[in-house]
């Protein structure tokens, strides 16, 4: 299987740095496209004087910077997109409109209580995407 397209998800944590790396790595080896993304769980316009417009523009510019704090990878071609959806929901439609052959989504690895009461974005994306999900285990602290 030829994989042209690689979804990253990230967010604003320091979790999202070696994410990134893996994603690019994978691009490399694979000679592919790599699409961020992030996702928000709503937006309210009430009472805001922002536009959904400028709001999307905002975050796409923090999501380039968040990319850019880690060394490119030569050759890749990288796209930069915001979801207003839930996460888990936004990642694997976003994956099923723009033909992804492969998603690498950060996880914490937790079990037990705190996975029932965090959730798991990864665990929904894995068990609702119709292509590979990738998961990389982020410690739960990245070193300063």
Do not use: W
Not at 116 to 133: D, F, K, Q, T, Y
């Amino acid at each position: 299987m030829k994989i042209k397209k690689i979804l990253c998800p990230v967010d604003y944590s320091d979790f999202s740095e070696p994410l990134i790396k893996y994603a690019y790595s994978l691009a490399i080896a694979e000679g592919a496209e790599v699409c961020f993304l992030h996702t928000f769980k709503s937006y309210e316009a009430s009472g805001s004087n922002f536009s959904a417009k400028q709001v999307q523009e905002e975050e796409l510019r923090q999501i380039k910077q968040i990319v850019d704090y880690v060394p490119k990878a030569e050759g890749v071609k990288a796209t930069f997109h915001v979801a207003f959806a839930m996460p888990a929901d936004g990642i694997v439609e976003f994956a099923d409109k723009n033909q992804i052959d492969m998603i690498v989504i950060g996880t914490h690895g937790r079990t037990g209580i705190s996975r029932l009461v965090m959730g798991s974005v990864a665990e929904a994306v894995i068990r609702h995407a119709n292509c590979p999900v990738m998961t990389v285990k982020i410690p739960d602290r990245v070193p300063a």
